[in-house]
């Protein structure tokens, strides 16, 4: 519960960055584009940006949020979220924003032959736009997040202000608290940080900021749920 407690704390945090490096970023553009299909059938566009290839929108298979497992506060019981959430997330969230997954299910989810993201792997299309700073902690990179929302110019990653949701359930009913949407972006890395020594995995992630052209480099707990995108080597 204090990790989440945490993590809740975390997302709150507010950071502006200058744009005043955008005009020293490299013009990326994709050198290759394609399609790849995940194990419900969902298919994605993905470009090549240096000699890697990324997905180009947020996954839409695992647990739907609707069926996911939610905490209570107070006998760590499971809960599901109320209709109104459901519909909610079913017809407003999920068709723009794609799904969000749990630590568990998007280290699984990648198609054959792709990986969700490590944090090495992020750091490199980072420093492939343009970051001179990917190992810092935190928030870093002035620029860089614009470039990776754009859609129809630039590296079109697309990342999307997709916010994320923390399972727990407050004042005796369960809604899914979609938190941040339209304010803040979270994307999973695979990269587990060896530095926390309880019993709580943390896990590393990346979060932009709408305003803003930072990338936070940060951890969280793995009980939460976030945005993933797929990576894979060029060959």
């Not at 969000?100 to 989810?109: C, G, K, P, Q, V």
């Not at 090495?120 to 190992?135: A, H, I, R, S, V």
Request: net charge negative.
């Amino acid at each position: 519960m204090r990790k989440i407690i945490y993590m809740a704390i975390a997302l709150a945090a507010t950071a502006l960055s200058s744009c005043s490096d955008d005009d020293k970023l490299p013009v990326v553009t994709p050198a290759d584009r394609g399609t790849v299909t995940d194990d419900l059938g969902n298919q994605y566009n993905w470009v090549r940006i240096g000699d890697q290839l990324w997905t180009t929108s947020n996954a839409k298979n695992g647990t739907s949020l609707a069926d996911a497992e939610y905490y209570t506060n107070w006998d760590w019981d499971y809960v599901l979220p109320t209709d109104r959430a459901v519909e909610d997330y079913e017809q407003n969230y999920f068709p723009v924003y794609g799904n969000l997954l749990s630590f568990e299910e998007a280290m699984e989810s990648a198609p054959t032959g792709w990986r969700l993201p490590s944090d090495e792997d992020w750091q490199k299309l980072e420093k492939t736009l343009g970051m001179k700073n990917t190992e810092k902690y935190g928030h870093r990179g002035g620029g860089v997040a614009y470039s990776m929302q754009q859609t129809d110019s630039g590296c079109e990653l697309g990342l999307t202000l997709n916010g994320s949701c923390v399972p727990i359930k407050t004042y005796g009913w369960i809604e899914m608290s979609l938190d941040f949407v339209g304010e803040y972006g979270y994307y999973w890395t695979s990269t587990i940080n060896p530095d926390y020594e309880d019993d709580a995995t943390m896990v590393y992630f990346r979060r932009i900021t709408a305003n803003s052209g930072d990338v936070s480099r940060l951890c969280t707990s793995s009980a939460c749920y976030m945005g993933v995108r797929w990576v894979k080597d060029v060959d």
